[in-house]
């Protein structure tokens, strides 16, 4: 199963791929299908979450939120460069 560490990395490798846009926009779910187990029973979801809100700086939106914080819906657009 992913750990915190994965998903920053991952959402990192995101970023980097997208060096020359302006923003990118990454999906919850999406994201924790590319760091590994989910779906599934034993999912890091709510990790999944947490590491994307932290990494969150001024001018960041979140564009969908679940009803409960914290879900594959969750969706943030992260303003480039870093």
């Not at 915190?4 to 959402?11: G, M, P, R, S």
């Not at 990454?26 to 299908?33: F, K, S, W």
């Not at 709510?46 to 700086?57: A, G, I, K, N």
Request: hydrophobic share 35%; glycine share 8%; with cysteine.
């Amino acid at each position: 199963m992913p750990e915190a560490a994965d998903f920053e990395a991952e959402i990192r490798r995101i970023w980097n791929r997208a060096a020359d846009d302006r923003f990118v926009v990454v999906n919850a779910g999406d994201l924790h299908r590319r760091a590994g187990g989910y779906p599934g029973a034993n999912h890091r979801m709510p990790v999944c979450c947490e590491v994307m809100r932290r990494l969150m700086e001024s001018g960041d939106e979140i564009r969908q939120e679940p009803p409960r914080g914290n879900g594959a819906t969750l969706t943030i657009l992260y303003r480039l460069p870093r």
